[in-house]
């Protein structure tokens, strides 16, 4: 079983930039997962931000994010990365990585382990 540690949260202003970070451990070999990253706003369902594939040769952003996160993976490292640019007061969330024993993946229910999220908050 893999165990998922997120970091890199904090309070920013609007605008500002944020790189999360998730390290994992444990499991299989970590290239053998994809990986991805959800939100969850206070009283929302958890929603899909970004995915990439084992390689890392595939990634999905959500429609509304694309242009300003950008998901991306060190499997020497066994690591997977946020970027997140020009960010909004909606942005604020808990940020939450997980890994899928599928190549990629875009939904919540086809993630099977889970970090314990890192709050991203933005004021305006």
């Known amino acids: 079983q893999v165990q998922l540690v997120e970091s890199g949260g904090g309070l920013v202003q609007a605008g500002d930039s944020l790189r999360l970070s998730c390290a994992a451990s444990?499991?299989?070999?970590?290239?053998?997962?994809?990986m991805g990253w959800f939100r969850q706003a206070p009283g929302k369902e958890r929603e899909f931000v970004a995915a990439?594939?084992?390689?890392?040769?595939?990634?999905y952003s959500a429609d509304s994010l694309k242009g300003r996160f950008t998901v991306s993976r060190d499997n020497a490292r066994d690591m997977v990365f946020l970027q997140m640019n020009s960010l909004k007061p909606e942005d604020t969330a808990v940020y939450y990585c997980?890994?899928?024993?599928?190549?990629?993946?875009?939904?919540?229910?086809?993630?099977?382990?889970w970090g314990q999220g890192t709050q991203v908050t933005v004021s305006s």
């Open positions: 990439i594939s084992r390689s890392g040769s595939t990634t």
């Open positions: 444990g499991g299989r070999t970590f290239s053998s997962y994809g």
């Open positions: 997980a890994a899928t024993v599928k190549s990629v993946a875009t939904m919540v229910a086809l993630y099977d382990y």
